[in-house]
């Protein structure tokens, strides 16, 4: 794969894929943080909205956008690792190219949002975990 062959067209998609992204993440971060601070009641039996709270949120919010963005990151990773690896083999004759910069800066983002909601989702399954009976658990 060349890397530049319709950079201009695949920065731009993967511009505006990261800024659906980040909106969402922005849009649902309020409901996904308040799944995350719930404190399990002391009564076992009521629990039950507390783990539709999580549930909620991990089903419509956190795990929806992981896969979107670990999608997102593994369709544009070949391309990233193929410029950074162009750059590191010729970085002695390479002259800045700031599409490709800006491509890697992309990539860059769109992994840091595929930690971050993937953490969000291991948190919010710790959660679940948490306000789950122990007999409800098999």
Do not use: C
């Not at 409901?31 to 783990?51: I, S």
């Not at 593994?74 to 193929?82: D, E, F, S, V, Y």
């Not at 083999?89 to 002259?95: G, I, M, P, T």
């Not at 992309?106 to 007999?135: D, G, H, N, W, Y």
């Amino acid at each position: 794969m060349n890397p530049s062959e319709h950079l201009p067209d695949v920065i731009s998609a993967a511009s505006l894929v990261l800024a659906v992204l980040a909106a969402f993440y922005t849009l649902w971060l309020p409901a996904v943080t308040a799944a995350l601070n719930v404190k399990p009641a002391t009564d076992v039996d009521d629990r039950g909205p507390q783990r539709t709270q999580i549930m909620n949120a991990l089903s419509t919010k956190a795990v929806p956008l992981a896969f979107a963005t670990i999608a997102s990151t593994t369709i544009l990773a070949p391309r990233g690792i193929a410029i950074i690896a162009e750059i590191w083999r010729h970085h002695a004759e390479w002259s800045f190219d700031d599409v490709k910069a800006m491509f890697v800066l992309t990539l860059a983002l769109m992994l840091l949002l595929t930690i971050v909601s993937v953490t969000q989702v291991i948190r919010l399954f710790a959660k679940r975990r948490e306000v789950t009976p122990k007999q409800r658990r098999k």
